[in-house]
Nanobody
Framework: QVQLVESGGGLVQAGGSLRLSCAAS????????MGWYRQAPGKQRELVAS???????NYADSVKGRFTISRDNAKNTVYLQMNSLKPEDTAVYYC???????????WGQGTQVTVSS
């Protein structure tokens, strides 16, 4: 079992920046992907960005050029640097860990990001 703890959400004005962090409770040795998803009220949860344990990244078109995902494997932590934030980025952001071999997902509890206009 793996627990994911997110931090870094909050309220920011449009054009501002936030950095989200997600720490896993233990080291993951198998090939994996860690990512950020978001869910706005009345909408489906959607992928924001992901990064594999061998640093392959993937971004939603809506955040390309504004958000950067990175990870520190020594700290079992993934980060999401969000710049040039827009009101439409407002959502609950969830961290997800996917283990390729076990075909299992773990989710964090979510952190609220609110961007005011």
């Amino acid at each position: 079992q793996v627990q994911l703890v997110e931090s870094g959400g909050g309220l920011v004005q449009a054009g501002g920046s936030l950095r989200l962090s997600c720490a896993a409770s233990r080291t993951i040795f198998s090939r994996n992907s860690m990512g950020w998803y978001r869910q706005a009220p009345g909408k489906q949860r959607e992928l924001v960005a992901s990064i594999t344990s061998d640093s392959i990244t993937n971004y939603a078109d809506s955040v390309k050029g504004r958000f950067t995902i990175s990870r520190d494997n020594a700290k079992n932590t993934v980060y999401l640097q969000m710049n040039s934030l827009k009101p439409e980025d407002t959502a609950v952001y969830y961290c997800k860990l996917y283990l390729f071999a076990a075909v299992v997902n773990y989710w964090g509890q979510g952190t609220q990001v609110t961007v005011s206009s």
